[in-house]
């Protein structure tokens, strides 16, 4: 899977590419026998809008651990890499392992993993603002208008993150109200923690 494209390599070896956009989603699913499973790998967002697609369509889907299929390729001792390769070696690698089947995350699954990712994002951002402002601080703030700056970076951000936090904490009361209950009744356990976790395990 890539921005652009992906590479599909069939058990039979044919190989095919497809756009990877809406219409090339629907060539693939005509293209493809009944019955088929569907192995790709996770990668970050590529995968995701492909492997939901085939999924409401009835499509069984595996979405595997690149990682797993990188070591799968090594001890093959494989040197070339090439997507039309890679795409041979997830082949191979959902014909001889037992493969989990993928389930479609919700549309309040997907908004939170969403909500989550920008939330770790900023949070970074936060704290490299902050880092920024120290550092000006020791030097005795030689420039107010870049400390003034940075001032004002770190409002907005912490505006942002405390509206992404409430939107989170909104949709997982809605979604999974009884998971968060459970896990904020362990001792030493947050809210954020919390809302991490069942994020993170889609419940």
Not at 64 to 82: D, E, H, Y
């Amino acid at each position: 899977m890539s921005k652009d494209v992906f590479d599909v390599v069939c058990s039979d070896d044919a190989h095919h590419q497809f756009d990877n956009t809406p219409k090339g989603f629907s060539s693939f699913l005509k293209a493809i026998a009944q019955g088929s499973l569907v192995v790709m790998e996770a990668t970050g967002y590529y995968h995701y809008r492909l492997a939901q697609y085939l999924f409401k369509h009835g499509v069984v889907v595996s979405v595997v651990n690149p990682l797993s299929v990188k070591r799968f390729i090594q001890m093959k001792l494989a040197k070339v890499k090439t997507d039309k390769s890679d795409a041979r070696a997830i082949c191979e690698y959902g014909r001889v392992n037992h493969v989990p089947c993928y389930t479609a995350l919700t549309d309040v699954q997907a908004e939170c993993l969403q909500l989550f990712r920008l939330l770790d994002s900023y949070l970074k951002k936060r704290t490299a603002t902050k880092n920024k402002l120290h550092g000006e601080e020791t030097l005795g703030i030689p420039s107010k208008f870049v400390h003034q700056s940075l001032k004002r970076d770190l409002k907005h951000l912490d505006k942002e993150v405390k509206a992404l936090e409430e939107r989170l904490l909104l949709l997982v009361k809605q979604d999974q109200q009884h998971q968060l209950t459970l896990l904020k009744g362990i001792p030493g356990l947050g809210t954020k923690t919390a809302l991490f976790l069942i994020v993170i395990t889609d419940g």
